[in-house]
């Protein structure tokens, strides 16, 4: 693993930048303005110690303004996945759609020296990776072979977050429940050493900081699941999701009460459906803010190999089942894996559960085993988000340059909606559909020039 501190950094950065923080802090009990508050630190330390006491007390936005950017390297897809759960940061993740991962390396745990455990993951590992390079040979597409990789296997991020952020990371990989886990607790202690030299002020905040752990599942006990084969459930939305977008609409553009807007909906917009087809199609195209008072909650079944699609959406409430729980049965084969290869593919899973239980038997903790899943395996996951936020998740994911597996989870998505809304719904789909454009260019599916042509513009 290799974590850098991407930019050109030298002691005068340093003591600008918390010269600007220091001036941050300052200004909100300040007399004069932004330029005399910046000039009142002239010394380094005398800001510093400023910065500290300030975060000390609780007020840790000032260090918001202290962005960082990251390279991290050599992480497996378990680190990406918790890491992109993060909802005020920003990454590029080299894309396993795009990629050969033919030659890929892997995280591996300490096991404590076992020899012999050692032995068997480096081999499990492997045959997902030979597997994989054999389907790619086999001309299988390299968005579908990536369902054969290991969740050992590594990758490359490209990573942007505020100080704050980062000192939560640090915090919650070295002294929370995460700290469990061998690769995030060396992440974390790779992150403190940035943040030793990048953001000092924090430096006291993490020694001081108490080691929590969470003992939720101490207190309950052990509860068996069948990790049940489900399908995509719009488990909670909003009640009159078309009446609630139109009256916060009016809200939102004439200052009335909820009352007012309620009698004037009432009286004027509901039953002119005309009118009601170009207001949701101009909120879309201009002004979505009405969209955000409507809620969506769904269920979803996804593969550990396209679920970072949906978790890069930032703007969602997502909740992903802690991975020593799952189900090494529950797995997505592609429709491109069949015959001899879907034989290959079998196989794989089948290992995984030997030796799986190899390891329980040899008393290997649970954290380690997370590594014992093949990227085509399932999970169960919980999402809410607003209007605004699946409208624009199904602009990207229903276009078909999308990956098919969380296309066919949009459609279905848009499906459940549909039985819900009709105006809303309405606007729930890809721009060649929704707009009649395609943002795609010379890489467009050819779609647009059908739905052009149907409607008389070619």
Known sequence: MKVELLESYDINKKEEILKLLAAAGKISRFKGDINEAIDSFTDYNKALKYIERIVGMGHESISEHDYILLGITGVSPFVELTLIQERIASFTIKSRREVDFSRVSYFKPDFKGDMKVSKKYDEFTKDCIDTYTKFVENGIPLEDSRFALPYSFSN??????????????????????????????????????????????????ILEASDEKDNVVDLIGDVSGSNERIDVNLLDCTNNIDDTIFINMLIYYYNLSYNEAFKYYQDNIKNNS??????????????????????????????????????????????????????????????????????????????????????????????????????????????????????WIMHLRMCNKAQWEIRDIASKMVDLVKDKSLYFSSVLGADCDILGICREKKESCGKIKVIKRSKGYE
């Open 274 to 391: 005309s009118l009601k087809d170009k207001l949701i199609m101009e909120m879309y195209k201009n002004n979505q803010k009405p969209f955000t008072q409507v809620n969506f909650t769904f269920e979803i079944p996804f593969s550990l190999a396209t679920l970072p699609q949906l978790v890069r959406h930032r703007m969602q409430r997502i909740v992903i089942p802690d991975f020593k729980v799952w189900d090494h049965f529950y797995y997505k084969t592609p429709d491109s894996i069949t015959g001899k290869n879907k034989e290959m593919y079998d196989e794989l899973f089948l290992k995984s559960k030997e030796v799986y239980d190899y390891f329980k038997s040899k008393k290997i903790k649970d954290e380690d085993l997370i590594y014992l899943h093949v990227n085509g395996n399932m999970v169960n996951i919980t999402t809410s988000l607003d209007g605004k936020s699946l409208a």
């Open 156 to 205: 490359v991020i490209f990573m942007g977050m505020d100080a704050r952020v980062l000192k939560d990371l640090v915090v919650r990989f070295t002294k929370g429940y995460e700290s469990r886990y061998e690769e995030l607790r060396q992440l974390g202690e790779k992150l403190y050493d940035i943040l030793e030299v990048r953001a000092p002020y924090f430096v006291k905040s």
